[in-house]
């Protein structure tokens, strides 16, 4: 990965303006610095951008994120035995996501977009929240 090179495709809720899809792409792409800067001189190729409806839910510890049919992916916190809140990080500095950050293993991961096809159901996941306004 550190070599770049890396094709990148967005994926941006289907009620997102024109205006809205411009700018996030600048973000992601790193055209404007901040967390996602350091990512842009990795970057190859740009794919595309694809439209959906986008659903995000939370039940107790389980995750859950729909994406039209382009992505389907759940995770479930992980519980030690007997506990009652999950395994987290903290003090984990040069993030781009607030604290804490909870590991969350994905039980379900299919993306299907651009043309390319990745289950990664079953790997390593981890859920946090983020604010990246200006």
């Not at 070599?3 to 289907?14: F, L, R, S």
């Not at 055209?31 to 001189?41: K, L, N």
């Amino acid at each position: 990965m550190a070599e770049g090179n890396w094709k990148v495709g967005i994926i941006v809720d289907d009620e997102a303006t024109d205006e809205q899809v411009d700018h996030l792409a600048q973000i992601l792409m790193g055209a404007v610095g901040g967390p996602m800067g350091a990512f842009g001189q990795l970057t190859g190729e740009m794919v595309g951008v694809e439209r959906a409806p986008v659903t995000i839910s939370h039940d107790g510890h389980g995750h859950t994120i729909r994406v039209g049919s382009l992505i389907d992916a759940e995770f479930q916190d992980e519980l030690h035995e007997g506990a009652t809140e999950p395994v987290q990080l903290t003090n984990t500095p040069g993030v781009p996501f607030s604290e804490p950050i909870t590991i969350s293993p994905l039980t379900k991961s299919v993306i299907k977009a651009f043309g390319i096809d990745i289950d990664n159901s079953g790997k390593h996941g981890m859920t946090a929240t983020f604010d990246w306004s200006a």
